[in-house]
């Protein structure tokens, strides 16, 4: 936690919660022992920090500050060019009776600007949904994300690769989940309709596979 969440009590999400050197020390020793870090930043400095500390992925990555959102051109490439992992805060349900937050509705638009900048110049972009925070975010929303990821500038077939391979890799899955191929684990969605040429049919689940048997 590079910086406090909206959602924590007491926390404060424009404010660094660690310094660079108790961050790189989380890095350090994880990456001795062969594990990834993953930092979780809205805050600009924390994302600055946690770019000087060597963490794997950032999620949010919100550019927030006191009373807006940050434009820092140079932590945007400094993320695309090492390839730190973006979990892009999407999969929202629509739940037209919820208004946001002011303080989020107002940050808004500079937000989604900035995952559409990331995505174009090349992020290594992921779903990270926050299942199961409040009703626009369910336990089960990554079908959502798949859309919206395609309204920030992915093709269809990079959305659904997003979610699928792209995911596995980040996750250290990529030699057996993400894939259709010899070897890999028939982990299946069947849908209805053409997920490449309408991202909503995605939503139209009609069976799963775990591991070649069906579950659903």
């Not at 849908?191 to 995605?202: E, H, K, Q, R, S």
């Amino acid at each position: 936690m590079a910086s406090g969440g909206h959602m924590t009590p007491g926390s404060s999400q424009h404010d660094r919660q660690f310094t660079v050197p108790e961050l790189r020390a989380v890095v350090d020793e994880a990456h001795r022992n062969g594990l990834p870090v993953t930092a979780h930043a809205h805050a600009t400095e924390s994302i600055a920090d946690a770019l000087a500390a060597g963490v794997d992925g950032i999620e949010h990555v919100s550019f927030w500050s006191e009373d807006g959102v940050d434009d820092r051109p140079d932590l945007v490439a400094e993320i695309v060019s090492r390839q730190v992992v973006v979990g892009a805060t999407v999969g929202l349900r629509p739940t037209p009776d919820l208004v946001p937050p002011p303080e989020i509705l107002v940050r808004l638009p500079k937000i989604i600007a900035t995952l559409e900048r990331l995505i174009a110049d090349g992020a290594l972009v992921v779903a990270g949904t926050d299942a199961g925070i409040a009703p626009p975010k369910p336990h089960s929303p990554l079908p959502y994300a798949v859309p919206q990821l395609v309204t920030l500038g992915m093709t269809p077939l990079d959305a659904l690769r997003t979610v699928t391979s792209v995911a596995a890799r980040t996750c250290g899955l990529g030699r057996r989940k993400g894939r259709l191929a010899p070897g890999f684990d028939a982990d299946l969605a069947v849908v209805g309709g053409d997920p490449f040429t309408d991202p909503a049919a995605i939503h139209d689940v009609r069976a799963v596979y775990l591991g070649g048997r069906i579950v659903a």
